[in-house]
């Protein structure tokens, strides 16, 4: 077991620790984090292992373990959900997807957060404003015209009055990363990160002749980095959990992701499949979110304090 | 005289060059804002004083739109619900996450095990979800719950069929299913404090509960303002749950006006109300917004 | 500062404005090809590998053989709500797109149809329709829709239950209940004998309004009618509607054969109906693909004829239906009822219909969809089409035809009438008509005649005094 000496300061620290009472707060929070763990994972596992049972089975007993588990039933409906959601090809599909969900995220709304911190320019109170106002937008008001939007994109004007090229971008990815990028919350988010790091930084770096984009890139995103990874974990995530943006822009099935393949088999009739396999593909579905939390959940790490970095 | 108009000459190119600089790194946010967001629904908010032939504007009726969507008979009851809503999420759901972030931020063992298990609710597909609440909550012996309260020998209760309470049942759902992905911003927020700043309050003589109120929060402050309105903002438009667990029933007891506004736009066929109910819906969150800040501010001043 | 954002806040609304203006729905997709095809989008197609896929690309590419002037485009676009006005809005639908009875309501209001009249006329589609079927395609005269199946609502039982409860012949057809009073009857024997839930019907999403409404017409309510001056009246305020309430909030309360949940959405309904928890629904033969996803045994499932209520004996009619984008071209239109009669919904019986009508129940077989429930009669005189459908019917066959005897023989029983669905404002008529029954379900002591005047009256100003 580790000791606590590998503790970092936080509200706790060494000297608390060696008292009793501070023992005791640590374990309470520990304790309290065992039970809310048990309270997601019960649950998941519950989730996996109902995948394993008879649609009949499912719904008819909450009982955690199937009545009777046969490897080979059960690799049936294993290779049935994988050919019925085409799973090697849209999981590619939502790779794809999910890297420019990514770029979007990281960069888009991460530029714009760094120039409504760190510039006192003309325009960008006003912006900043606006970005807030879009927070409330509800999306229904605008579901429909932006769908509209993308069939002659970027200027919807009528052949008498056409603005440039127009490409239709619909049966494409664009849509999808654009709408990645459109994310008032996540420049406010970033904004409020950069608010902390001193704006001293910037100008020093500026004085040593480093462009605005340098700065962006080699200062302010590592400084900021476990936020960065939570929006760039976030916009993976996206893309393994919406079916409703690429369901709806995209026609070609080959291009599909592997939500939106899911939802096209729930509910039309024609396709509509056993719950069981259903089940089965739901998991599949979270396997990549699950994995790319794992893998990136380790660069949240603090201990990049600003004194040093200031030093 | 020459040399100086040189210099502010000079300089005025400088600042212009500055302002250019700025200008074109925020560019990318504003147009895809501006396409994505702004320009459609300034149209839908257009639509929403037209008569409406599905999609396609027909003739100018003013407030009409909005005249049908408030003089409905439903109109109070859902805009109350939402308040019910908002009301117990906040309740209910405001400081799990942020605690849980802190507790998870102070221990060693089993640290990224943890973290991982409890994030596991962001990850699960909401169709599984809404499953397994479809069995905790189901209303007879077999429900999970009603287990558990067979257990200590009470009859089986009725949950989600109770109209007096099923908001609440459908915010616990709420909070089990998304206050993982809060709390990890929660987390990622609590990692970049600089962490000099607990040494040196320790060496003031601060005790953990201290630490917490003086250090801790006020470095969280403008993360948590940012997630009240974006709490606020999400539940007040709440659609999947109440659309899946109780159909806003029983008997309209937990309608929002997401869930509302969807039976207008893509039920019912009513586009000039959906659009009307939307942008007022929007105007409610300007304002409620507005307010949160002022007094937000006005605690921030006095403190 | 003020100035300078009222300025900038006016320099992007114009731009908006400018959007707004081009903004019309444009048909995309030209209707001629560089060979000088017409080409037509079709919905519906398959997305998983498998049998459906593979038939309906044969059938594409023989048509396609015999009609070298029309190239079929797949879309795997279904009717939806979520995506519909989008789609709709943008002309992004495809050229043939399938739906609901239940959607064209709106299909028709919005103009995302086609008047098809004349196509069917070229077509030699002259006086071919069932009475009940063409008031439900139709608008002042003009056809915007070309029906593929209709249905009726029976009353779907689960043999299992039946055979427990000692309901059944030893013909191994079931006893009947003839009334709603019968109903009582039987659910209450399958209650004492099996402890499951005698009857139900749905309650959520504008599904229990629509499952109830066959209910209140067979106990003599009519909810609108149509006055001279084109306005409508509410009239669903009366004892007939008093009635057909107590009947559902007997059934919890008075009689104990209704389930323990009582929000009860679709697919809540069907399962718990597959799984046998349930002894008798109200459902159609499309309920079949419902019941796949929660593997009912083939050998539980029985339907037979809607009972009779205090006033008449009555049944809702529903069905699918085919609807051609707006915009479409005569080509298009034309070749359109083509590729329907391809895929064996016309009216002819030549050999093309013959093989699409076997090869979709193959279809049927190879998805383990259950096959032996009969269909309504789109067309008048198909007395051949009819035939040769049973007797494909009966060859396909996977569930036990003496469950379902019963309601494949009333399809041709006069004496039910077949009612179709509220023509204003349906959805809305669902809404309120679910919460009411709601309310009968969750409160024992609901003052009905109160809560329907007051239904009645919100109805009537909310939604048909605020017609679209």
Sequence with gaps: MKRFSGKQPGILNQIDLKSFKGKLLYWIFFGVLVIAALCTVLPAVWMVLSAFKSTQEMYSSAAFLPKEFSPSYAWERITVAWKDLALGRSMINTFIVSLGNVVASVFV????????????????????????????????????????????????????????????????????WLTAGANSFEIILFKNNFDAIPTSLVESAKLDGCSNFKIFYKIMLPIAMPVVVYVAIGALSV????????????????????????????????????????????????????????????????????GAVKG | MKANTKISRE??????????????????????????????????????????????????????????????????????????????????????????????????????????????????????????????????????????????????????NDSRFTIIFIVIEMTWQGFAATMFLYYASIQGIDTTLYEAATLDGANPFQRFIHVALPQMSGLVVLNVVRQMIGVFQVLQQPMVMTGGGPNGASTSVGYQMYQYGFVQGRVGQALALGTIVFAILIVATCFYFYLNKKVEENQ | MKAKKVLAIVVILALAVAAVTGCTATQTGNDKNDQGQTVISVGNWPTKEGTALDLITKQKAEFEEANPDISIVPDTWAFDLQTFYSKAAAGQLPNVYYSNFTEIEKIISGDYGADITDGLKRAGYENVYNESILDLISRDGKIYTYPTDAYTLGLAYNADLFEQAGLM?????????????????????????????????????????????????????????????????????????????????????????????????????????????????????????????????FENIGIMPIPEGPAKHV????????????????????????WLEKTGKGFRLDDVGKQAIEEEYQKKIATNTAVGIDTLKVYKDDTEVAEFRKEMLEKYANVDLNHVKLYNESLNDTSIELHPEVEICAQELYGTLDKLIQEVLTNQNADIPSLVSTANKEFQSNYLDNLN
């Excluded at chain 2, 999609?55 to 008979?73: A, H, K, M, R, W």
């Design chain 1, 109 to 176: 709304c991460g530029l714009a957060g760094f120039i409504l911190s760190k510039f006192r320019v003309p325009g960008t109170k006003l912006i900043f404003v606006m970005v807030v106002w879009t927070m409330m937008m509800p999306a229904i008001i605008r579901t429909v015209p932006t769908y509209m939007s993308y069939i002659s994109f970027p200027f919807v004007i009528d052949d008498k009055l056409s603005i440039g090229t127009n490409y239709n971008i619909l049966d494409t990815y664009w849509p999808i």
């Design chain 2, 11 to 160: 300089k005025r190119k400088q600042k212009l060059k500055r302002y250019l600089g700025a200008w074109i790194l925020l560019l990318p946010a504003v147009i895809v804002l501006y396409l994505m967001i702004w320009r459609p629904s300034f149209m839908g908010i257009v639509w929403s004083f037209f008569k409406m032939k599905g999609y396609t504007p027909t003739e100018f009726v003013g407030l009409d739109n909005y005249i049908q969507v408030i003089t409905n008979s439903d109109f109070g009851r859902v805009m109350w619900n939402t308040v019910q809503y908002v009301f117990w999420s906040f309740l209910i759901g405001f400081l799990p996450p942020l605690l849980l972030a802190f507790m998870l931020n102070e221990i060693v063992h089993f640290r990224t095990t943890l973290r991982t298990a409890i994030y596991l609710p962001a990850i699960l597909p909401g169709v599984s979800i809404l499953l397994l609440w479809y069995f905790i909550y189901f209303p007879n012996e077999t429900g999970m719950l009603n287990m558990l309260l067979a257990k200590f020998g009470v009859d089986p209760y009725v949950w989600l």
């Design chain 3, 169 to 297: 012949n030893d013909d191994g057809t079931p006893q009947q209940p003839k009334t709603w009073d019968d109903v009582i009857e039987f659910g209450k024997k399958i209650k004492e004998t099996t402890g499951k839930a005698g009857f139900i019907i749905p309650t959520m999403n504008n599904n229990g309004g629509w499952i109830f409404s066959p209910i209140a017409w067979s106990y003599g309510v009519e909810f609108v009618k149509a006055n001279d001056d084109g306005s409508y009246t509410a009239t669903f305020d009366c004892q007939e509607m008093y009635d057909a309430l107590k009947f559902i909030s007997d059934l919890k309360w008075e009689h104990g054969i209704f389930v323990d949940n009582i929000l009860i959405d679709p697919d809540e309904y069907y399962r718990q109906f597959s799984l046998g928890n349930v002894g008798m629904i109200l459902g159609a033969p499309n309920m079949v693909d419902r019941l796949k996803k929660f593997e009912m045994p």
């Design chain 3, 315 to 338: 049944t809702l009619t529903g069905g699918y239906t085919a609807t051609v984008s707006a915009g479409a071209t005569e080509d298009q239109i034309d070749a359109a009822i083509k």
């Design chain 1, 239 to 306: 893309a393994w959990s919406d079916y409703f943006t690429p369901y709806l822009v995209l026609k070609d099935a080959a291009k599909m992701t592997t939500p939106a393949r899911l939802f096209m088999l729930k509910d039309s009739s024609a396709a509509s499949i056993p719950t069981n396999v259903y089940m089965m593909g739901l998991i599949f579905a979270s396997i990549p979110s699950l994995l790319i939390f794992c893998l990136f959940q380790k660069h949240i790490v603090g201990g990049i304090s600003l």
